[in-house]
Nanobody, 120 residues
């Protein structure tokens, strides 16, 4: 079994910063893909950023230059540093990890979601 725990959301003023964290634990052999998604009220869930096991990153156009995704392989963690936050960044943020467990089965796992609210 694998568990994901997210942390770091909250209320921040426009222009502010937040750092999200997602920690994976359990029967993990390898983590092949890590990503952050978000879902605003009344909208579909969208990809925000992703990072491969080799360290290649990809960002949504709306967050390029403001958000940075990183990972700590030894700790099985992924982070999302969010700077210059805007009102439109308000959403529930979810981490998504593609994990191969010790039984060599590969599944996509989702975090529980953390609320990010950008408001003055």
């Amino acid at each position: 079994q694998v568990q994901l725990v997210e942390s770091g959301g909250g209320l921040v003023q426009p222009g502010g910063s937040l750092r999200l964290s997602c920690a994976a634990s359990g029967s993990i052999r390898s983590i092949n893909f890590m990503g952050w998604y978000r879902q605003a009220p009344g909208k579909q869930r969208e990809s925000v950023a992703s990072i491969t096991s080799g360290g290649s990153t990809n960002y949504a156009d709306s967050v390029k230059g403001r958000f940075t995704i990183s990972r700590h392989n030894a700790l099985n963690m992924v982070y999302l540093q969010m700077n210059s936050l805007k009102d439109e960044d308000t959403a529930v943020y979810y981490c998504n990890l593609r994990i191969t467990d010790k039984a060599f089965s590969t599944y996509d796992y989702w975090g529980q979601g953390t609320q990010v609210t950008v408001s003055s």
